[in-house]
């Protein structure tokens, strides 16, 4: 989950970035946050499309293996030959 942590801890930090250079443009507020996530969201499309992607990945492999380790959890006790 190595992947998961370094994609929010970059998309955190193009908002403080571009919250920064808001303030220091002069937004303040409402208009700052909205402005801050419009922004670092569009640029987070082109420079992260790389974490997002291994991000995707991860996910959906431990989404894969709690699935199957469920399912085999329920199997088994399904299983009237198998002893409680």
Known sequence: MRSVLAYTAARLALFAAAAGVLYLLGARGLLLIA????????????????????MSAAVTSA??????????????????????
């Open 35 to 54: 402005l801050a996530v419009l922004i670092s969201g569009l640029v987070s499309l082109v420079l992260l499309s790389r974490q997002r992607d291994a």
């Open 63 to 84: 989404a894969r293996t709690g699935h199957r380790k469920f399912e085999e959890s329920r199997g088994r006790e399904d299983d009237p030959a198998t002893p409680s």
